[in-house]
């Protein structure tokens, strides 16, 4: 396998780290390490790292690679950002909807509501980053899925906190359903309405998992 192909292969592998929380902001990504891990030569590893550096996964420092340490402000400016994207992307969604991408949301959906009811936070996050896949997959407008996703990941670890906030598990499974049967009929305007709520909803979790209020 060349080089760049093993790079590329090395890139795939830690962004599925990132986004499904297997990295965490204590983590520390050495090229070295990460080379013995998956039985490659050093270089590979490396560039991998470089690139996720270079396109803001990753922040470079003296001891490896860690996750960017967003200060709040740039947290919220990331709601911001969602406000302004997501419901957009919603609404392409529902006008382009397909069978599969129904039923995997379906199935998320279901594995989401088993977590509440074993107040499972992790498992939850797991199943939210397959329904939110799941309905990205068939929005056409491809720079968009991709704003969405890059910024999904580097705040995946605020996502993870605010599903330690009991209250928040049975709002964000209830608003996947709601977003489920605006899907289902094809509804734009509601696909685009519920996905503003739910992102109105998840700065409120965060607000209670800062302590803070407005």
Known sequence: MSRQNLRDRIYDTLIER????????????????????????RMPARDALMRLAAEGYLVPTTRGFVLPQLTVEEILEVFDLRRLLEPRAAALAAQAMTTEALSRMEAAVADGAAAVAALDGP?????????????????????????????????????????????????????????????RAGDAVAAADRMLRFVIEGEQAFRRARGQSG
């Open 18 to 41: 990132i986004r499904s929380g297997a990295i965490s902001w204590d983590d520390r990504l050495v090229d070295l390490t990460l080379a013995a891990e998956l039985g490659v030569s």
């Open 123 to 183: 498992t939850l996050f797991l199943a939210s980053e397959a329904f939110r896949e799941a309905w990205l997959s068939v929005v056409p407008n491809r720079a968009l899925v991709q704003s969405i996703r890059r910024y999904f990941v580097q705040v995946q670890n605020v996502r993870l906190l605010t599903m330690r906030d009991t209250p928040t598990l049975a709002v964000i499974v209830q608003g996947q359903r709601e977003m489920l049967t605006a899907h």
